[in-house]
Structures are given as C-alpha cells and as structure tokens.
C-alpha cells in the first residue's frame, strides 16, 4: 500500500491516477501516447474534478469533451441547487401550497428517483427533510448554530415532511408540494446525478477512460491512467490520514456519506447532521461512514445518505437486498471500536485495513 499516490482527497474517498500500489510499474511505457485532460472547478457549492484519457481522441477533442461534461454539471447546478434564485428547487419552494410548478424533465428525473430511494429506505431517504435540517442548526435557513429545538417546534415542522406531501405530474413534468411551508433539498441526490450526466456526455463524445467527482460522489468509465481499473481508498472514519480498504473500480459509481465531520455535542450527546425523517431528530444510528458503488451515481448517493440514517442492521439487510448494489457501512461501537460491515458482493474483492465485523 505504501506506493499509493493520491492525487485528489474529499471527505470520504481519496483517488489515485496511477496503479493501486503494487509496484508493477504496468504500461507506463504507453502513457506517453495517452492525451490527458484534468479539470478543478467549483460548482453546486463543492468541488469538481474531472480526469480523462485517450488514445483515440487527440487533446483538443478531449478537451472539448471535458468542458461539456462541465457544462452539464452546471446545468444540473442551475436547475437542482437551492442557492440559485430562478433554479427548479427555488421555483417549487417559492411556488404556494397545491400550485403546479413545471420543471426540467431532468429535475423530475431526480425528484421519481429521490422517490424511489425514499421507498427503498423505509422513508430514510427523504428530500422535504429540509426544514428538520434547518431547525436543528445545520441548514441554509438556520438562524444560530447547534440548537436543540423544543418538541412543539419538531412537531410543527413535521408537519411538513413526507415524500407523501410531493406530488409529480411525470407527464406533464410538474411537481406541487401539499403543505404550507413546504420545501424541498436535492443536496443528498444532485451531486450524484451530475457525477451520472457528466458521465453520460463524456461517453457520447467517445471518451473510454475517465474520472468525474462532484463533492465526494465518483464515477469512472474504462480503466485509468495506466490502464489498470481506478483506484479509490475509503477513509478510516476515526483515524485520521489511513483508510480503510481501497476499491478497485470500472464503469462504476461510488457515493458517500459520513457523520464525521458535521455533528455537534450537548452534555455529552453526539448530534448528527443527518436527520431521521421519520422522527424529526438526528440519526442514532452511530454510522459513521457508509460507502456504496453501483451503476448509477445518482442512486449511490442518495442510498448513502439513506443508511446512514437508519440503523445499522436495517441498512444491512437493505444493502444486501439490492442486487445492483454493494457497499461498506461502518458503526461507532463505542470505547473507539468500529463495526464494519462489507456486503457479500465486495467482500471477495476488496481486502480491508481493519479487521471486519461480520454482521
Ligand atoms: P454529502 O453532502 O457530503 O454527500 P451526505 O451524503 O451525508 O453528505 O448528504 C447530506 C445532504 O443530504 C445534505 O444536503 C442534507 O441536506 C441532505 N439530507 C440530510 N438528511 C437527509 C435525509 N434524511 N434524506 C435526504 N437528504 C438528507
Ligand atoms: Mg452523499
């Protein structure tokens, strides 16, 4: 492992561009006939990055390739992000209780998937979670930083949580929201959905071998750099600078979510910023750090958020029961132990830094 070389480091993964550290030093030899684009951007609030290969396209083309790839994830930004004035999201928060607001077909895109996750996850999932977050202090709206709200104020703003309350016209591609107050948050799917698109417009510009990263959420095409797959180490949620295991990937998607970097603590009680829908106050669930890979980056990165706000063993048996879907869920268990829990399908293909607990 010492050979690893990474290149880029978010909150959960890190991404090396080269092998993923065996000291084979694999094809090196024909790296010098790849064109490479990379790109750093800033866009839906988080960092963007995007690396691509070549042997086919020239430098011009692949460049060309990137800045539309980019251009995409603006668009989703324009359409999905809270902060931007005119975007879907605002129009549907702005818009009064049961009025029909039309939308991109890509923003309903994203609400029927949200819908779907929300479905999958026993309601964990849950994008009109929004006012819960904000009334605990770790929202846009919230007024002081980590407060613990009163049981009438959790109730009100209940009032206003439920996929139930969201109502989608795919037809017509409209959504109307039910109660007064309502709002909507596509930060736990969004990102993910860019990685998708970004990818989507990269493969039709006939680019093989790719990275795209959109604030923690990846999706590689073919292999990388040095035509082995691509390289992601999963962070140890506790020890600072190591991690856990490394996933070796291709034409696959990886989504993140992890509790340790935004929490707050009240005599003694951890607060997590992850909200339970269902009962109004944050996750105690324990999960730390939840890793999921599949084929669709916007459902990898919702279905992160999703366990990470149930708890372990109904993510557990969730996780195992998609086929599509495999991923890593790690639990504090106190005295500074983790439980981690790696699905049967990753199992025979990774090999972790810690020992793992089984269930
Ligand atoms: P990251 O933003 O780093 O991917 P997470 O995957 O943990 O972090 O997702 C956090 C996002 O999900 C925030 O935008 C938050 O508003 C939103 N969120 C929090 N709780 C829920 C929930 N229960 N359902 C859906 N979205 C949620
Ligand atoms: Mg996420």
Redesign the pocket.
Known sequence: MKYLLFVYSFLNLLISLTGCGSDRNANVEDAGCLAETLIEDQVMGTAVHMVLYSDELNKSQLDKAAAEALEEIKRVERLMSSWVEDSDVSRINAAKKGEWVEIDRSTIDVLANAMLIGAITNKAFDITVSPLVDLWGFGAKSKGPFSIPSDEEISEAMRTVGHGKVLLDIGNSAVSLAEEGMTIDLG?IA??YAVDRALSVLYKNGVDQAMVEV???VGVIGKNKDREKWCIGVRHPLKRGNFLTVLELENEFV???GDYENFFVVDGVRYSHIIDPRTGRPTTSNITSVTVVGTSCAKV?AL??GFSVLQYEDSIKILESLPDIEGIIVRRAGDGELDIYVSEGLRRKIRLLEPATTK
């Open positions: 736990g990102k993910g604030g923690g959420e989504g993140t979510s990165d992160a958020t």
